[in-house]
Nanobody, 119 residues
Framework: QVQLVESGGGLVQPGGSLRLSCAASTSGLTFSSFIMYWYRQPPGKERELVASIFGTSGTNYADSVKGRFTISRDNHKNTVYLQMNNLKPDDTAVYYC???????????WGQGTQVTVSS
């Protein structure tokens, strides 16, 4: 079983920055064998994909965060990060980490961390 624990959320003013972390316990499976995703769910809205990373350099971003957010991973620490800069009120959401094992397609979710952007 894979367990994911997000951290780093909080309250920040517009224009500010936060870095989210997602630490994975993979029960002996190689962390690098997972595609890692960040999703978010704004209040009253559906969950949406924010960013993904395959390997250490294959990244994709939602148009709404391109140029402001950066996803990265440290395979030695079994951790994926989301650096969020120039935050806007529309970025307010619960942010979730997801791991998908490439071989099986099995997916695992974290419990989420709240990000609130407000003055």
């Amino acid at each position: 079983q894979v367990q994911l624990v997000e951290s780093g959320g909080g309250l920040v003013q517009p224009g500010g920055s936060l870095r989210l972390s997602c630490a994975a316990s993979t029960s002996g499976l190689t962390f690098s064998s997972f595609i890692m995703y960040w999703y978010r769910q704004p209040p009253g809205k559906e969950r949406e994909l924010v960013a993904s990373i395959f390997g250490t350099s294959g990244t994709n971003y939602a148009d709404s965060v391109k140029g402001r957010f950066t996803i990265s991973r440290d395979n030695h620490k079994n951790t994926v990060y989301l650096q969020m800069n120039n935050l806007k009120p529309d970025d307010t959401a619960v942010y979730y980490c997801k791991a998908v094992r490439v071989i099986s397609g099995n997916g695992f979710w974290g419990q989420g961390t709240q990000v609130t952007v407000s003055s």
